[in-house]
């Protein structure tokens, strides 16, 4: 028998479709449904599993939405991590749904990142960089789905932080080079690109968020992040591609960029790639000191401020403004 939850508790439930929950499995939450009247029932209790017999139920009533107290949202986003490979490639699942889960499955996991000091050394340390592995090697095959960048960009928030913008420069960069490499470097690519900013975490927040223009000490300080993520992952078992990336990817073609003024093929490709999602990415936000821009506001700025002018890649960016175009056959 099923208990109904009075209608009063109406905020207190998010919805998930069905299809994110794995038959078999015993997650640490509830699921409802909602009744005809409004009301919230128990559908499989906390201690239960959720069997194939109660997704038969649901998929032969009909049942688009399920329920989970807002109060084990926790509790479902480590469920949603531990199986997040298998929902990301379950193509039963609506693209949206899949993207929302990556979404929020990836803000949990570079989130803390980002709010967290690493260690130097120690157990703490390899379980941090094994999270942010699994987030890379569980959602590469997603991310080169056709209509799948369209699907995730819709889902992107405008309000910058420093790490939704680094998994949002995963997503971008990951798409345009999903062609020319093998997993087991996108992998390592991918690693380097969600952890190319973390070096702003030892920067002062009175001046990453500093809406006037910054003085001359203050951009120093700005210009310095690349070299402290660098320090910042010293006892990381990173990648020679991923530390490139979280160095250079400030660079510029015609060396005007920093920390060391590389210039044409002395930037790896895939650092450019980089650079391109990065600072698209970067235009698309809200920041403290200037508003969102609309893509193609954005695309026509970098064609006409960096493109122009030799600083980023043109076969890259236009494999990057096809990809948002949704051709993906490049």
Same mark, same amino acid.
Request: glycine residues 6%; proline residues 3%.
């Given at each position: 028998?099923?208990?109904?939850?009075?209608?009063?508790?109406?905020?207190?439930?998010?919805?998930?479709?069905?299809?994110?929950?794995? %038959?078999?499995?015993?997650?640490?939450?509830?699921?409802?449904?909602?009744?005809?009247?409004?009301?919230?029932?128990?559908?499989?209790?906390?201690?239960?599993?959720?069997?194939?017999?109660?997704?038969?139920?649901?998929?032969?009533?009909?049942?688009?939405?399920?329920?989970?107290?807002?109060?084990?949202?926790?509790?479902?986003?480590?469920?949603?991590?531990?199986?997040?490979?298998?929902?990301?490639?379950?193509?039963?699942?609506?693209?949206?749904?899949?993207? $929302?889960?990556?979404?929020?499955?990836?803000?949990?996991?570079?989130?803390? !990142?980002?709010?967290?000091?690493?260690?130097?050394?120690?157990?703490?340390?390899?379980?941090?960089?094994?999270?942010?592995?699994?987030?890379?090697?569980?959602?590469?095959?997603?991310?080169?789905?056709?209509?799948?960048?369209?699907?995730?960009?819709?889902?992107?928030?405008?309000?910058?932080?420093?790490?939704?913008?680094?998994?949002?420069?995963?997503?971008?960069?990951?798409?345009?080079?999903?062609? $020319?490499?093998?997993?087991?470097?996108?992998?390592?690519?991918?690693?380097?690109?969600?952890?190319?900013?973390?070096?702003?975490?030892?920067?002062?927040?009175?001046?990453?968020?500093? %809406?006037?223009?910054?003085?001359?000490?203050?951009?120093?300080?700005?210009?310095?992040?690349?070299?402290?993520?660098?320090?910042?992952?010293?006892? !990381?078992?990173?990648?020679?591609?991923?530390?490139?990336?979280?160095? /250079?990817?400030?660079?510029?073609?015609?060396?005007?960029? /920093? %920390?060391?003024?590389?210039?044409?093929? $002395?930037?790896?490709?895939?650092?450019?790639?980089?650079?391109?999602?990065?600072?698209?990415?970067?235009?698309?936000?809200?920041?403290? /000191?200037?508003?969102?821009?609309?893509?193609?506001?954005?695309? $026509?700025?970098?064609?006409?401020?960096?493109?122009?002018?030799?600083?980023?890649?043109?076969?890259?960016?236009?494999?990057?403004?096809?990809?948002?175009?949704?051709?993906?056959?490049?």
């Amino acid at each position: 028998m099923m208990h109904a939850v009075s209608r009063e508790s109406e905020n207190s439930f998010f919805p998930i479709s069905p299809l994110m929950i794995m %038959p078999d499995t015993l997650g640490d939450f509830a699921i409802y449904i909602k009744r005809d009247n409004g009301l919230h029932a128990l559908y499989c209790g906390k201690d239960s599993i959720f069997t194939k017999q109660h997704m038969e139920r649901l998929h032969g009533n009909g049942v688009q939405e399920i329920y989970i107290e807002t109060s084990e949202k926790t509790n479902f986003e480590s469920y949603a991590k531990q199986y997040l490979g298998k929902i990301l490639n379950n193509e039963t699942i609506p693209i949206k749904d899949r993207s $929302r889960v990556f979404l929020d499955t990836s803000k949990t996991i570079v989130k803390s !990142a980002f709010k967290e000091k690493l260690p130097s050394s120690g157990e703490r340390h390899d379980e941090f960089f094994k999270e942010l592995y699994e987030l890379v090697t569980n959602s590469l095959d997603f991310l080169c789905i056709e209509n799948v960048i369209k699907g995730i960009g819709q889902l992107m928030s405008a309000d910058y932080e420093t790490y939704t913008h680094c998994i949002h420069v995963f997503v971008f960069s990951s798409a345009i080079l999903r062609n $020319r490499y093998e997993k087991d470097i996108l992998t390592r690519i991918g690693m380097g690109a969600l952890l190319h900013d973390i070096g702003k975490t030892l920067i002062p927040k009175s001046i990453l968020l500093k %809406p006037d223009k910054l003085t001359q000490d203050e951009f120093a300080e700005i210009r310095k992040h690349p070299l402290n993520g660098v320090t910042f992952c010293t006892n !990381a078992s990173l990648s020679q591609e991923a530390y490139n990336i979280i160095l /250079y990817h400030h660079e510029k073609l015609d060396g005007s960029g /920093y %920390p060391s003024g590389l210039r044409g093929d $002395r930037i790896p490709d895939y650092v450019r790639a980089v650079t391109i999602s990065d600072i698209y990415d970067a235009l698309i936000s809200n920041r403290a /000191y200037a508003d969102a821009m609309k893509p193609f506001e954005a695309l $026509r700025l970098m064609q006409e401020e960096f493109l122009k002018v030799g600083q980023i890649d043109g076969d890259l960016f236009k494999r990057f403004v096809s990809m948002l175009a949704g051709n993906h056959k490049i």
